[in-house]
């Protein structure tokens, strides 16, 4: 869904900050998967600064053309994404083949100009919609936002004041909202069926919560539970490599710290890495892409290919690109 799929990106978008109030009522009480994105937190991190103007410098020109239209859109609405949203939390119930997903945005909305013309449910602005697209986003006040498809931004509208997910979840989700940038947990449905093509090891996984911070350098835990031991020794072994790694590379230089063991089940994992070695390493990757980039010694220019010239009175047609092309008539040379 292009709607959704738009806000996603703001996932990569470029000091941490408590959670600014609750979860809404809104959210619906099946739900069993909460993924959330401190922007604020990221937006005033150096290090994501750092990283992000690296890639703008050296990536711009690959914008793939959608998000160059996205970003052009919200432009001319006058809403900026890294300045304007604070924070976006993505719920899902887990069930089905497609899972539906709903999404809070928190920021700062200008709610008459976004929602100019748009037509509304229960009072509440609706923007987007349509032919090509089922997903639209609710302007419920000048804060908060939510997005999904319309059934399920209905349902959530209608159920405000009297809904909202469990209290055991709710508490969990509050304890890494309120520690992370990048967080998320969830819980498997009975009757959850993995995907064709999950990886081995992860079939059976039951529960999972994982947390990111970018305060000073990267903060990284990860608690999965799974109701194979095997698949636990498979994750085990896995992780336990790359700590051998990790450790190999200290021994050489100051990299950063992985912790792993598993315990009833559950496997546990923290990994910290300085932002001075973060920050080398990003270094390292700018330099590796600008020598990439750079012209070899003695390499000859790439000079474009022209276009053959057409016999005179040979029939020209445009192109869609706005060049020509060539027509040979039936019976024609």
């Known amino acids: 869904m292009k709607l959704l799929a738009s806000l996603s990106m703001l996932l990569f978008l470029p000091a941490m900050h408590a959670a600014e109030g609750a979860l809404p009522d809104w959210l619906p009480p099946e739900t069993r998967v909460v993924i959330g994105v401190r922007v604020r937190s990221l937006v005033d991190s150096d290090l994501v600064k750092s990283a992000f103007s690296q890639a703008a410098a050296s990536q711009a020109a690959a914008m793939p053309p959608q998000a160059a239209g996205w970003m052009n859109l ?55 919609g349509g032919k090509d697209s089922s997903g639209v986003v609710a302007l419920l006040d000048a804060t908060t936002a939510m997005a999904g498809d319309l059934p399920l931004v209905r349902e959530a509208i209608d159920r405000r004041g009297h809904g909202g997910i469990s209290a055991d ?81 200290q021994s050489q230089a100051g990299t950063g710290k992985l912790d792993v063991h598993a315990d009833k089940g559950t496997l546990y994992l923290s990994l910290t890495i300085p932002e001075e070695v973060l920050k080398k390493a990003m270094d390292a990757q700018a330099a590796g892409m600008k020598a990439a980039q750079a012209p070899r010694p003695g390499a000859k220019p790439v000079v474009p290919a022209l276009k053959p010239k057409s016999p005179a009175g040979t029939p020209r047609t445009l192109n869609p690109d706005g060049g020509t092309g060539v027509v040979r008539l039936p019976g024609g040379p």
């Open 74 to 128: 919200t432009a001319a609405l006058g809403f900026d994404l890294a300045r304007d949203v604070d924070e976006i939390v993505i719920t899902s119930t887990a069930q089905g083949e497609k899972p539906p997903v709903l999404i809070m945005v928190r920021g700062r909305f200008n709610r008459a100009r976004l929602a100019a013309g748009a037509p509304s449910y229960g009072g509440v602005p609706l923007i987007g």
């Open 169 to 249: 979840l709710a508490a969990r989700v509050e304890a890494v909202r309120n520690r992370y940038d990048i967080w998320g947990l969830g819980d498997r449905p009975a009757d959850f069926k993995p995907p064709v093509g999950t990886p081995q090891g992860f079939g059976n996984i039951d529960r999972f919560q994982f947390g990111a911070l970018f305060n000073h350098g990267l903060e990284l835990s990860a608690e999965i539970h799974s109701t194979s031991a095997q698949d636990v020794e498979k994750l085990m072994a896995s992780a336990s490599f790359m700590d051998a790694v990790m450790k190999a590379q």
